[in-house]
């Protein structure tokens, strides 16, 4: 059986800088809003929240932060470094923010085999008190999981969960692979979408939950496509993703979706000009432009 908190929308919001330091009060109003709007959990640390682009001190800050702010809704808090030991590190500093769960990517500079990638979680697992979401995502982390390594990793006692990359965009190819997961990883492992253009078509193929990147800036719209899917509305659901197409275009233009969050984030007046870390640069004046115009119609 799936755990009830890995379903529904698991929203991650960006980490807004203000110079060279994180706008913690920033943070906090983005995760508030959140928390407001109804979200089902809340990720902070993701790779929208900047975590490889953080220090640890930082990212203590940015997990207490996002623990006060997010009232009852549960927080999942990032802990991937490039070593074993500094991600056993931050994994005790989330538990000791509060975080329900930890996020374990596995960013890597030499290529890992699989068996020092279940090194790694296998550790985590042994050292951690809440559950495990395991972070695939081959284009920031540069690691890819075999089926083998998805069914020796998700039989660890923590493992309660996995963040895929995009799903097929078409429905009924979306649901095939989610099947196939479900054989592959051990019986209740919550299996969640993540690649914000794809969410639709995973939710309506089965997926437990969307760990959405873009809804941690704009839950709503998320929200109403989750709530669609979850009461077996289908073609509603789909129907409502393609509508924000535009939204989608410019995340597959500018490299995912940090640069778009901070950029709707800035338009909104919810955090300040140029809010990423350097050397991270804030989109250009047409997508800007593209933004607005999309912002306007929502």
Same mark, same amino acid.
Do not use: H, N
């Given at each position: 059986m799936t755990s009830s908190l890995f379903t529904g929308l698991s929203a991650f919001p960006l980490t807004p800088f203000s110079g060279e330091r994180v706008d913690l009060?920033?943070?906090?109003? &983005?995760?508030? =809003?959140?928390?407001?709007?109804?979200?089902?959990?809340?990720?902070?640390l993701g790779s929208t929240g900047s975590y490889m682009y953080l220090s640890r001190e930082e990212r203590k800050q940015v997990a207490s932060a996002a623990v006060a702010a997010a009232g009852d809704v549960p927080v999942f808090v990032g802990v991937g470094t490039l070593r074993t030991s500094w991600t056993l590190e931050a994994?005790? %500093?989330?538990?000791?923010a509060g975080a329900q769960a930890v996020l374990v990517a596995v960013?890597?500079?030499?290529? &890992?085999? +699989? %068996?020092e990638v279940f090194g790694l979680f296998e550790a985590v697992s042994a050292a951690s008190s809440v559950p495990v979401i395991v972070y695939d995502n081959p284009g920031t982390t540069h690691v890819t999981y075999s089926e083998d390594l998805y069914a020796a990793?998700?039989?660890l006692p923590q493992v309660a969960?996995?963040?895929?990359? #995009?799903?097929?965009?078409?429905?009924?190819a979306a649901e095939a692979r989610i099947d196939r997961l479900r054989t592959v990883c051990a019986p209740g492992t919550a299996i969640g979408i993540s690649g914000d253009a794809q969410g639709a078509a995973a939710l309506t193929g089965g997926a437990d939950l969307w760990y959405?990147?873009?809804?941690? @800036?704009? #839950?709503? #719209?998320?929200? @109403?496509?989750? =709530?669609?899917?979850?009461?077996?509305?289908? +073609?509603r659901a789909l129907v409502l993703s393609a509508?924000?197409?535009?939204?989608? %275009?410019?995340?597959?233009?500018?490299?995912?979706?940090a640069r778009v969050s901070a950029a709707i984030a800035e338009e909104l007046g919810l955090v300040g000009p140029d809010c990423l870390p350097a050397p991270l640069?804030? &989109? #250009? %004046?047409?997508? =800007? @432009?593209?933004?607005? +115009?999309?912002l306007a119609g929502v």
């Open positions: 009060p920033a943070f906090s109003r &983005l995760v508030e =809003r959140l928390a407001a709007a109804g979200v089902d959990s809340i990720g902070a994994t005790e %500093d989330a538990q000791a960013p890597t500079y030499q290529a &890992l085999r +699989d %068996d990793i998700t039989a969960s996995v963040k895929i990359p #995009p799903a097929d965009p078409d429905p009924a959405t990147a873009v809804g941690g @800036t704009l #839950p709503e #719209p998320m929200l @109403t496509i989750t =709530r669609a899917a979850q009461a077996g509305e289908r +073609d509508g924000l197409q535009p939204l989608w %275009d410019l995340c597959a233009r500018y490299g995912g979706s640069k804030p &989109l #250009p %004046d047409e997508a =800007r @432009t593209a933004i607005r +115009d999309f």
